[in-house]
C-alpha cells in the first residue's frame, strides 16, 4: 500500500523511528487488536492504538458510562454519560482517527461467544476488573493460540504480562486459580487512583504496538509491576508451569469456563 500525503504526516514521528519506519506503519495499518472492557485500562490503550493508526480495533463492553467513570476513563466524557461505552468509546476512537475501522461488541463475554469474537485479531488486551473474566480471557486465547496483554490495576499499584503462544507462561501459570468470591476487593471497593489506568493501560498498548511491528522485547516470561506511590517499576520473571490447567502439554482445561453466573461481566475498571 502506499501512504496518503496525509498518513504520511500523520505518522511521520514513527515513520523516522528505525525500529518502526514504513514496514512498521504499514504493519500497525494492517494489525487487528481486540481490547475486552472500555474502561479504566481499555480507555487510554484504545485512544493510543487508534492514534498509532492500529487498522482494525475491536472494543468490548456490556456496561454504560456513568459519572464515577469519568474519573480515570479517559475516552468517555461528561455529554456521554448514559451512552454505551463501546458506543462512545468508538466516537472517541474515529474523532483521533478516521484511518481506524472500529468494530463494537456491547455484550458481556462468557464461555459462549468469546472464541468467536477473538478468532480474527491479531493481539488482544485484557482490561477487565474481575477475576473470572481474566481467566476466561487467558484461557480462550491459550486455546486459540492468540497473543494477549493481561493487566490489573488497585489503589495505587498496577500489573502488567504479555502472553505469546509458544514463547512463555500463561496467566494461569502464575496464578493458577481465580481467588475465592469478594477475597480480593475490587476498585469499586478498595479505590484507585485515576493516572494508574493511564499508566497502564498505555504499557498494554505498547505491548500490541511491540508486538504488530516487531519491535523491541514483549513482557514474555515477566510480570511488570509498577508502585506510584514509590514511583517504582520491578520486572519479576516467570517461569512457565509444565503442570499448568491450560498450556501444559497435557493440559486438563479443555472447555472454557464460566466460574460463576455471569461471572465474565466486564466490571467497571
Do not use: W
Not at 42 to 67: E, K, R
Not at 200 to 215: H, P, R
Amino acid at each position: 500500500m502506499a501512504f496518503t500525503n496525509e498518513q504520511l504526516e500523520r505518522y511521520s514521528r514513527h515513520i523516522i523511528l528505525k525500529e518502526i519506519g514504513v514496514k512498521g506503519q504499514k504493519k500497525l495499518l494492517d494489525g487487528k487488536v481486540l481490547i475486552i472492557g472500555a474502561g479504566g485500562l481499555g480507555a487510554p490503550a484504545a485512544l493510543y492504538l487508534a492514534a498509532a493508526g492500529v487498522g482494525t480495533i475491536g472494543i468490548a463492553d456490556a456496561d454504560v458510562v456513568d459519572l464515577s467513570n469519568l474519573q480515570r476513563q479517559v475516552i468517555h466524557s461528561t455529554p456521554d454519560i448514559g451512552k454505551p461505552k463501546v458506543e462512545s468509546a468508538k466516537e472517541s476512537m474515529q474523532a483521533i482517527n478516521p484511518d481506524v475501522t472500529v468494530h463494537t461488541y456491547q455484550d458481556y463475554i462468557s464461555s459462549y461467544n468469546i472464541a468467536d469474537i477473538i478468532k480474527d485479531y491479531d493481539f488482544i488486551l485484557d482490561g477487565t476488573d474481575n477475576f473470572p473474566a481474566k481467566f476466561l480471557i487467558n484461557d480462550a486465547c491459550v486455546m486459540a493460540k492468540k497473543p494477549f496483554s493481561h493487566a490489573g490495576i488497585i489503589r495505587f499499584q498496577g500489573q502488567l504480562m504479555t502472553y505469546v503462544p509458544g514463547e512463555g507462561p500463561c496467566y494461569r501459570c502464575v496464578f493458577k486459580n481465580p481467588p475465592p468470591k469478594d477475597a480480593v476487593p475490587t476498585c469499586k471497593e478498595a479505590g484507585v487512583i485515576g493516572a494508574m489506568a493511564g499508566v497502564i493501560g498505555c504499557l498494554q498498548a505498547m505491548e500490541a504496538v511491540k508486538y504488530l511491528t516487531g519491535a523491541g522485547e514483549l513482557l514474555t516470561g515477566s510480570l511488570l509491576t509498577y508502585d506510584a506511590l514509590k514511583m517504582e517499576f520491578r520486572k519479576i520473571r516467570i517461569a512457565k508451569d509444565a503442570h499448568c490447567g491450560v498450556c501444559s502439554d497435557t493440559p486438563e482445561i479443555t472447555e472454557l469456563i464460566d466460574y460463576e453466573q455471569a461471572a465474565c461481566e466486564l466490571k467497571r475498571s
